[in-house]
């Protein structure tokens, strides 16, 4: 099969001829658009008639490597050749339509128990046996399906596609290439998910991710050295979310991969106006596993710092600890490559676990930073200072500077400093604010120290 070369798509000689602007442009086949309008009308059918029906959710696993590897043409003749080998199983009245980058929903009315749905699945799964030919190349292609069924009750083509999602995500948790049925009882914690996941896409599209700031300062003197970018869910009906509300789900999906993309050159353009204001800082960024477990890290990075002007010796990467040791290959190279560039790596979140010299020993590493849990205790236990004294004898051991999060009293501060911990960050030197708020609490350098701090930058 070439580029170009393929057939139309098969359809029933005598189906209707559909709108072009309801079609999915790539493939030819319905968009979501007019799958919506027809389940619609076929759940309302099986109110009526209290037959059910069944709603697939089909994702080709794994398009991100085929795309890494060969591009996104190959891309796009996969996704046309799926679309093809999936409208020749199903049945001449069942829907077949694309919608989003890798997925497809499929509309099956008359089906209404699992043993109906899973010969399906299977048939689905079976179609993709053969590799897809594209220009000379054998490409494998899998299908992770989810399947939901309407019992005559549901009329909200969008709850039934929700189930079935959730039963798609249980699917390629489970590693992809296989299919799951949803069940109520056993899916209640994913159709959260589902449900927390939907509303962190509509808070996306609608602009409520936020940066915050909030200052990093040096030990002894508490003059600010640097900032982390933190980000905020401001959400109109509950107001200011932290990412513990939400960060499980967001990293669990590609979501993860947009927002940290705007997260990165959010915090990068902060970088640039802080310069122009005379302040010379540092900008913390935190790297997801998910982010880190994607290839193309570096050139993210330098693309977000480019578009900028922010030198590279101003940002500062944050991976916590466990994500570090567990990454190796083609991703640890791509860290050192980072750092080789003049961005600096920080480990996060260090002391929760047993750290050790040993484990971090070679990696990529200019600053290690201990957990917040650990400094909330420094003063009440003795393990809580034997654990910070030996995460600042690492970082001594490794060459990279150590820091403390999550400091909250004069008290706290003075015994890190005593351990000779070099910077600190927490609610005692400054809480996360937006940046119009930082830039105008912190001081305005006079216009010959601008000017040479804009030099040095440029």
Excluded at 377 to 401: C, H, N, P, Q, Y
Excluded at 418 to 431: C, P, T, V
Aim: hydrophobic share 45%.
């Amino acid at each position: 099969m070439q580029n170009g070369s393929r057939p139309p798509l098969e359809r029933n000689e005598h189906a209707p001829v559909i709108d072009p602007a309801l079609r999915d442009e790539l493939t030819s086949l319905p968009n979501r658009v007019l799958w919506s309008d027809r389940a619609g009308a076929a759940l309302r059918e099986a109110a009526r008639t209290g037959r059910g029906l069944a709603v697939l959710c089909v994702d080709v696993d794994d398009l991100g490597a085929i795309h890494e590897r060969w591009g996104q043409d190959v891309v796009d003749e996969v996704l046309r050749e799926v679309a093809a080998r999936l409208q020749r199983v199903v049945r001449p009245y069942d829907t077949v339509a694309r919608v989003g980058d890798e997925g497809f929903l499929i509309l099956c009315p008359l089906l209404s128990h699992g043993e109906d749905g899973q010969p399906l699945a299977r048939r689905l799964q079976g179609a993709m046996a053969t590799p897809v030919q594209v220009d000379g190349l054998q490409v494998e292609a899998t299908l992770s399906i989810g399947i939901a069924f309407a019992d005559g009750d549901e009329v909200d083509p969008d709850l039934v596609v929700g189930r079935a999602d959730t039963a798609l995500r249980a699917a390629r948790e489970r590693g992809g290439a296989r299919f799951e049925t949803y069940q109520a009882g056993r899916h209640a914690a994913d159709e959260r998910s589902a449900k927390v996941l939907a509303d962190l896409e509509r808070a996306h599209a609608n602009g409520e991710f936020v940066v915050f700031y909030q200052p990093i300062v040096e030990a002894r003197s508490h003059r600010v050295v640097a900032v982390e970018a933190l980000l905020r869910w401001e959400n109109p009906e509950v107001g200011t979310l932290t990412p513990r509300f939400f960060m499980d789900v967001m990293e669990a999906n590609e979501l993860m991969h947009t927002v940290g993309a705007d997260t990165l050159r959010s915090a990068c353009s902060a970088g640039v106006d802080l310069i122009d204001r005379g302040q010379r800082l540092a900008v913390h960024v935190n790297v997801s596993a998910t982010e880190v477990s994607r290839p193309g890290l570096t050139e993210r990075v330098r693309v977000a710092l480019e578009a900028s002007g922010l030198p590279a010796e101003l940002l500062v990467i944050e991976i916590a600890e466990s994500t570090l040791l567990s990454i190796a290959g083609p991703r640890l190279r791509e860290l050192a490559a980072l750092r080789a560039s003049g961005v600096r790596i920080a480990v996060d979140h260090v002391g929760t676990r047993s750290s050790r010299s040993t484990h971090l020993a070679g990696l990529p590493i200019d600053l290690v930073k201990l957990d917040m849990e650990i400094v909330a205790d420094i003063l009440a236990t003795a393990s809580a200072r034997a654990v910070s004294s030996g995460v600042r004898a690492m970082a001594t051991g490794l060459g990279a500077e150590a820091m403390a999060a999550g400091v909250e009293s004069d008290a706290q501060a003075a015994m890190l400093e005593d351990l000779g911990f070099g910077q600190m960050q927490g609610h005692a030197f400054g809480l996360p604010v937006p940046l119009a708020s930082l830039l105008a609490n912190l001081p305005m350098a006079d216009e010959s120290t601008l000017q040479e701090r804009r030099v040095v930058g440029s």
